[in-house]
Nanobody, 130 residues
Framework: QVQLVESGGGSVQSGGSLRLSCAASGYTYRSYYMGWFRQAPGKEREGVAGIDSDGSTRYADSVKGRFTISQDNAKNALYLQMNSLKPEDTAMYYC????????????????????????WGQGTQVTVSS
């Protein structure tokens, strides 16, 4: 059974940084992709960043140059380094993973599309104050 557990969320001031982590267990696909999503109250879930098993990455336009997605296969972990945070980055952040495969659809804002992902964590809250 695949389980994804996020951590690292919190409250920071505008311009600050946070590093989110996602611990994956029971995940044994050789080819896969994983991603970070966020959802603010009253808004749709938005793809923030995606990475595949070859290490190729994609980012939503709104976070390019500020966020970095990475993975540590030895630790079965996924990370999201978030710098220069803005109040509009405030949201619940979710880790997600595919049921195998090497290609994922992109949303209208350039990040991964949630429909391409089969497994989801419970989320970690990020709050950025001005």
């Amino acid at each position: 059974q695949v389980q994804l557990v996020e951590s690292g969320g919190g409250s920071v001031q505008s311009g600050g940084s946070l590093r989110l982590s996602c611990a994956a267990s029971g995940y044994t696909y050789r080819s896969y992709y994983m991603g970070w999503f966020r959802q603010a109250p009253g808004k749709e879930r938005e793809g923030v960043a995606g990475i595949d098993s070859d290490g190729s990455t994609r980012y939503a336009d709104s976070v390019k140059g500020r966020f970095t997605i990475s993975q540590d296969n030895a630790k079965n972990a996924l990370y999201l380094q978030m710098n220069s945070l803005k109040p509009e980055d405030t949201a619940m952040y979710y880790c997600a993973a595919s049921a195998g495969g090497t290609w994922y659809a992109l949303g209208s804002r350039g990040g991964p599309h949630p429909a391409s992902f089969a497994y989801w964590g419970q989320g970690t809250q990020v709050t950025v104050s001005s």
